[in-house]
Nanobody
Framework: QVQLVESGGGLVQAGGSLRLSCVAS????????MGWFRQAPGKEREFVAC????????SYADFVKDRFTISRDNAKNTVYLQMNSLKPEDTTIYYC???????????????????WGQGTQVTVAS
């Protein structure tokens, strides 16, 4: 069983930065791709960013390119999401997830992930 715990969310002014962390327990993540998603109330969960098993390849949703950076520290079993130039529309709950399969594939679909954290709230004030 894998447990993922996100942290680092909070309230920030527009243009500010936050760094989200996702710590895993129960299994080493160093063979899995990891992703960040977000979901606003009443909306579908959407892809934000993902990284392959060693952090050598990454993929981003268009709306976060050049603002957000995903990274990972396999020694700490942790994945990060550095969020810069935050906008009010980035306000929502952010979730990390572990890919169902291992390897170098960058997964953007929700169904490609099998374990999810509980989420961390990010609020960007205008």
């Amino acid at each position: 069983q894998v447990q993922l715990v996100e942290s680092g969310g909070g309230l920030v002014q527009a243009g500010g930065s936050l760094r989200l962390s996702c710590v895993a327990s129960g299994r080493a993540l160093n063979v899995y791709s990891m992703g960040w998603f977000r979901q606003a109330p009443g909306k579908e969960r959407e892809f934000v960013a993902c990284t392959n098993w060693n952090g050598g390849s990454t993929s981003y949703a268009d709306f976060v390119k050049d603002r957000f950076t995903i990274s990972r520290d396999n020694a700490k079993n942790t994945v990060y999401l550095q969020m810069n130039s935050l906008k009010p529309e980035d306000t929502t709950i952010y979730y990390c997830a572990k890919s169902r399969d291992y390897g170098s594939t960058l997964y953007q679909a929700i169904e490609d992930y099998d374990y999810w954290g509980q989420g961390t709230q990010v609020t960007v004030a205008s």
